[in-house]
């Protein structure tokens, strides 16, 4: 399916605030209620839009470390070595990579002990053969 700019745009703006009202969206898309509404519709019931989820204000977790880890993968454990990731709480987002790693993970722990405890954790996991951290000291956006 092709996304039009207005598509484009309605993405946009639910990415940065996926609860804002219909009325809202469609005055700063300067387009109608239905017509937002519409394609709202259309474009979950296309796939295009697969859910809505939860973004935690940095405040809430402003003491917390946040790292990407990069992972290598023995070949044929990717699969398994990926859900074993999935079901690490700590393990925020996972994403393949072309290069010298084939994964990064986003890790957020409380201390550097949890993150130090994290690492070693992934880096047990049958089929990851190193890992490799980097602390991050500031986003400066998110969308």
């Known amino acids: 399916m092709k996304l ?10 639910l990415r940065e605030d996926a609860r804002a009202s219909t009325a809202e969206i469609a005055r ?5 209620r239905t017509t ?5 519709e259309r ?33 044929r ?19 393949s990579l072309s290069g010298p790693f084939d ?5 957020i722990t409380p201390t550097v002990e949890g993150m130090d405890a994290l690492t070693d954790r992934i880096g047990m996991i049958d089929g990851v053969e190193r890992t490799t951290s980097a602390i991050i000291l500031s986003t400066k956006f998110e969308r």
Do not use: C, F, W
């Open 4 to 13: 039009t700019d207005s598509d484009q745009r309605l993405i946009s703006l």
């Open 36 to 40: 937002v509404q519409s394609r709202i």
């Open 77 to 95: 454990h990717m699969a398994s070595v990926v859900q074993a990731m999935h079901a690490i709480d700590e393990v925020r987002s996972l994403h």
């Open 103 to 107: 994964l990064v993970a986003l890790g």
């Open 43 to 75: 474009l979950e019931r296309d796939g295009i839009i697969a859910g809505y989820t939860v973004r935690v204000a940095n405040a809430a977790e402003r003491n917390h470390i946040r790292a990407h880890i990069m992972v290598s993968v023995l070949p």
């Open 28 to 32: 700063r898309l300067k387009l109608s």
